[in-house]
Nanobody, 118 residues
Framework: QVQLVESGGGLAQAGGSLRLSCAAS????????MGWFRQTPGKERELVAR???????YYADSVKGRFTISRDNAKNTVYLQMNSLKPEDTAVYYC????????????WGQGTQVTVSS
């Protein structure tokens, strides 16, 4: 069982930056593939970025070049550095974890609100 707790959300101006953190419980964090998702009311949750346990990354086209996912296995934490924020980045951001590729993400955090004003 893994518990995920996000932090770092808040209000930012367009063009600004925020860094989200997701702290995970457990001693096997390094084995988990991690993802950041976001969701706005009335829309489906979308994958923003992910990092496999081996370090490989993927970014949605909408955030490529602006967002960076990273992880610190010693701290059981995954980060999402968000730069050059846009109003359309406003959403609830969730981190998620899965042990096996090709399966659904098994564990989810509670979400953290990010609001970007123009």
């Amino acid at each position: 069982q893994v518990q995920l707790v996000e932090s770092g959300g808040g209000l930012a101006q367009a063009g600004g930056s925020l860094r989200l953190s997701c702290a995970a419980s457990g001693r096997t964090f390094s084995r988990y593939h991690m993802g950041w998702f976001r969701q706005t009311p009335g829309k489906e949750r979308e994958l923003v970025a992910r990092m496999w346990s081996g370090g490989q990354t993927y970014y949605a086209d909408s955030v490529k070049g602006r967002f960076t996912i990273s992880r610190d296995n010693a701290k059981n934490t995954v980060y999402l550095q968000m730069n050059s924020l846009k109003p359309e980045d406003t959403a609830v951001y969730y981190c998620a974890a899965r042990l096996r590729l090709g399966t659904e993400y098994e564990y989810w955090g509670q979400g953290t609100q990010v609001t970007v004003s123009s």
